[in-house]
């Protein structure tokens, strides 16, 4: 999936996902943002505390919509880009009682998605000058998949397939349930026309020449170790996609992709991340004269 395949569900998604925030978050109604007059104007900046990769541009302006729909928004870093600690992210200008009911959620979605993409071209850079490509997994937060999907986007990285219904990964219990490798793939033939790809997870190398022989053309190395994986390169012969995952840990990510493989799949991009630091502030004046 590209990134702009994945776009065009950017902001249906976004919707949906920001009416489940502010509903968990406003409910009934902001109690304290009423102390402030409706009518009274205020301009507000994000700013990044840390060195990060911006990702959640979408979410927050889907935020203003449904929050803030007058607010005016001009923003100085765009998504996929770097910020360095106090950097502006955006400038926002509308009414003050919106602005801060609309903050923490706005927050709440760019340090998540920020560290997402933040890690991820980590580890995209860890691997430049091999044939491998980062990946990420199906281990994210229930609800957001298409939000971190995307920010992987945004760090460099590639989608593996969003869900159960796009794409045919046999696994282990797939392959013992349906009594064995090869006939759980030639069952999986039957249903190609409905999955963008057929991909067979093996744990030795024994399993790996029956997938080349059963006419495998992906194959998903599941926690083989590094001398397993070299002489899975070569039992291959280019002749098909290998992958790497399970346990694949930053400090081991260049030697892995130096064995010669085509992707590894990091379930730690999304699930072991450190959320980047943002904050909103309100200011006296805009600090550019034209709002976006």
Not at 93 to 116: D, H, I, K, P
Not at 175 to 198: D, E, K, M, N, V
């Amino acid at each position: 999936m590209t990134l702009a395949n994945l776009q065009l569900s950017i902001e249906a998604q976004a919707a949906e996902d920001v009416r489940r925030a502010l509903q968990e978050d406003v409910g009934s109604g902001d109690l304290t943002a009423q102390l402030i007059p409706l009518a009274q104007e205020a301009i507000a900046t994000i700013i990044c505390r840390d060195e990060a990769v911006l990702c959640g541009q979408p979410w927050v302006k889907e935020v203003l919509k449904q929050v803030a729909p007058s607010a005016r928004a001009q923003w100085f870093v765009q998504d996929g880009q770097a910020c360095s600690p106090g950097e502006r992210v955006v400038e926002i200008q509308g009414s003050a009682r919106e602005l801060l009911t609309a903050e923490r959620t706005c927050l709440n979605f760019l340090q998540t998605l920020s560290a997402v993409a933040t890690k991820t071209q980590k580890f995209v850079k860890a691997v430049e000058g091999t044939s491998a490509s980062i990946l990420d997994t199906r281990k994210t937060i229930p609800g957001l998949r298409v939000a971190e999907k995307y920010a992987v986007r945004c760090g460099g990285g590639k989608n593996h397939r969003m869900g159960l219904f796009d794409a045919i990964l046999i696994k282990e219990n797939h392959i013992a349930a349906a009594g064995g490798l090869t006939p759980a793939f030639r069952a999986a033939q039957g249903l190609a026309s409905q999955a963008s790809f057929i991909q067979v997870e093996v744990e030795t190398l024994t399993q790996l020449q029956e997938a080349l022989d059963a006419g495998v053309q992906m194959v998903l190395l599941d926690n083989m170790s590094l001398d397993q994986i070299r002489q899975a390169v070569a039992l291959s012969q280019g002749r098909i996609s290998l992958e790497i995952s399970g346990g694949v840990r930053f400090e081991r990510i260049r030697e892995l992709a130096e064995t010669g493989v085509d992707r590894i799949s990091v379930g730690g991009l999304i699930k072991d991340i450190q959320a980047v630091d943002f904050s909103m502030r309100f200011i006296d004046q805009p600090l550019e004269k034209h709002m976006l």
